[in-house]
C-alpha cells in the first residue's frame, strides 16, 4: 500500500527521487531538514513495486506543491515512476504554476542533458517498453531541466546543503505570497507587455515603472507579473504599500523585510536607514534579484530601497509602481535601462466585462437594466476602482437605485474612489491645483496654448504644472495639442470646487457647461 493522502494534507514541496539511491542518505537529511523549517512536504515513502503504474495521488500532490526539487542520482532516468514526476512538473513549471529545484547528486548537468550515455542508455531500454513517443517527452523533459540553475552535492556535505536548500525554499515560497483578485479582466495584454520590457533573459539591471493615476490597477498588475515572472530569479521579493510604510521610522522596516526576503537571514538588526543600504549593497551585488516596490512616492525610498548603482547583481529588475514618474526619471543613470510603462484605462468592452462580475455576479442582466448599465459603466471612464466599487455597491439593489446611483455620479464620486484620487491632487502645490482644476471644470479637450497664456498671465507657472500633471498622470496632451483629462478625475475637480464653494461662494468662479443640464456656475476660485 502506497501513503494515502488526506485531503488536509498541504505539500508546498514534492521532492522526486529514485528510492535506492538517495532515500535513506541525502534525501532524508533534506525530507527533516525542510520538515524542520515547518515546511510541509510530500515525499513517497514507500517506494514502488515492480510493474506498478504511479498512482494519480502522486500527480496530485505535485499539483498541490508550489516547489518541486527532482535528486537527480545516477539511476534516476531508469525509474520510469521518476520520468513521469518529472515530465508532469515541468509541464506545470510552463504555466508558471510551480517552481522546479533540481539537484545533481552524482550527475552532471551534461548527463541530464543527455550529452552522456549516464541517462541516454536508460532512456534507450524505456523505449523497448514505452515506446518512442512517450520517451521523447521524458527526453525533452530531462534536456529543459537541465538548463535550470541547481545545486551540486559534490564538494558539500549532506547536512549543509540540505540547511541551504531548506532556507533557499523558506525565501521562495515566502516571497511568492501575494494575493491576486479575484475578477481580473482586460489584463492579458498589459501582462505581455510588461514581460516583455522586463526580458528577464537579459543580464543588464533595469528599473521599470508601473505608472497611471490612481485606481488604474498599478498593484493588481504588478502581482500578476511578480506571479508569473519570479521564477526566473535567484531571490525575489514584493514589498507592498511603501508610501505608507515608510512613514515615520517605518523605512528601516521596509528594508529588513527586503533583505529577509532575499538573503533569508533573520535576527539580524538595523540600526539606520545608511545601514540598510550598505547592506543591500553588500549581499545583492552578487545575485540576480528581483524586487517589486509597490505605491512609491519619492526618490529616497528607491534609493533606500536597492536603487544604489552596483548593489544589484547582473539580470537583476526593480519594477516599482507609482503615480509620479519624476520619482524613476532622479534615478535613470543608476540602471543599465529604465523603461515606463503607461497603465491603461479598460475598453467599454472590458469595462462592462468587469461591471458585470461585480454587479450581476453570475446572472444575467434583466432588461430593465442594460440601458443603466452601460451608462453608468460609461461613466466609470474605464477605472478599474470605480467600475468594482460602484459595481459591489449596486449588487442585489433594485431599478430606483441604480437610478439615483447614476444622477449621483454626475456630481458626486464615491468615498473610496475620491479618497484614491484625492492621493495625487494633494501632492500638487497650490499654483498646480488651479491649473488641475481649471482643466477638470472646463479646458478637457481645449488647445493647451490657449489656456497656457490665461495661466501665465494669472502667475500659475504653466510649463512646471502642466509638466508635473503629466508626470503624476493627471493629464495627457492628445492630438492637436489638445488637453485630455479622465473622466473620473474631471469628477474629482468639479467635486473639490462645489464644496470650496459651498464654504466659501465669494472668493470667484469658475463655469462649465453640462450637456444635459446648461452651464454649471460655482463661484470659487479666485487666488
Known sequence: MKRKRSPSDKFEVFLSFRGPDTRTNFTDFLYYTLLDKGIGVFIDNQGIDVGEEIGPEIFQAIDDSEICIPIFSRGY??????????????????????????????????????????????????????????????????????????????????????????????????????????????????????????NVESKDIRLIGICGMGGIGKTTLAKVVYQKVSIHFESHSFIPNVREGSKGSGLINLQRQLVSNIIGDIGFELSSIDQGMNMIGDRFCRKKVLIFLDDIDHTSQLMALAAKKGCLGSGSRIVVTTRDKSVLYRLQDQFSCCLIYDVKELNQLEALQLFRKHAFRSGSIPNAFLSLFEKITTKTGGLPLAIEVIGSLLYGK?????????????????????????????????????????????????????????????????????????????????????????????????????????????????????EEEGPDIVRQTKV
Open 77 to 198: 532516468a531508469s525509474s520510469s515512476w521518476c520520468l513521469r514526476e518529472l515530465e508532469h512538473m515541468m509541464k506545470r513549471r510552463k504555466t508558471n504554476e510551480l517552481e522546479v529545484m533540481p539537484i545533481f547528486y552524482d550527475v552532471e548537468p551534461s548527463d541530464v542533458k543527455l550529452e552522456t550515455r549516464v541517462y541516454r542508455d536508460a532512456l534507450t531500454l524505456h523505449e523497448q517498453k514505452r515506446g518512442i513517443e512517450i520517451v521523447q517527452r521524458w527526453a525533452e523533459a530531462l534536456k529543459e531541466v537541465s538548463r535550470i540553475k541547481g545545486w551540486d552535492t559534490k564538494n558539500t556535505g549532506h547536512g549543509e546543503l540540505a540547511r541551504l536548500i531548506a532556507r533557499k525554499v523558506l525565501v521562495k515560497l515566502k516571497g511568492s505570497c501575494v494575493h491576486i483578485p479575484d475578477h481580473l479582466v482586460g489584463m492579458d495584454e498589459s501582462v505581455n507587455e510588461l514581460v516583455d520590457l522586463l
Open 398 to 514: 433594485g431599478e430606483a437605485v441604480w437610478q439615483d446611483k447614476l444622477k449621483k455620479m454626475e456630481h458626486h464620486l464615491h468615498r473610496d474612489v475620491k479618497e484614491k484620487l484625492m492621493l495625487s491632487y494633494e501632492a500638487l502645490d497650490h499654483l498646480q491645483k488651479q491649473i488641475f482644476l481649471d482643466i477638470a471644470c472646463f479646458l478637457d479637450g481645449k488647445d493647451k496654448s490657449y489656456s497656457h497664456y490665461m495661466w501665465d498671465n494669472c502667475g500659475f507657472f504653466p510649463d512646471e504644472g502642466i509638466d508635473v500633471l503629466l508626470l503624476m498622470s493627471l493629464v495627457k496632451i492628445g492630438e492637436r495639442n489638445k488637453l485630455y483629462m479622465h473622466d473620473q478625475l474631471k469628477d474629482l475637480g468639479r467635486s473639490i470646487v462645489y464644496e470650496e464653494c459651498r464654504k466659501d461662494p465669494e472668493k470667484g468662479y469658475r463655469v462649465w457647461l453640462n
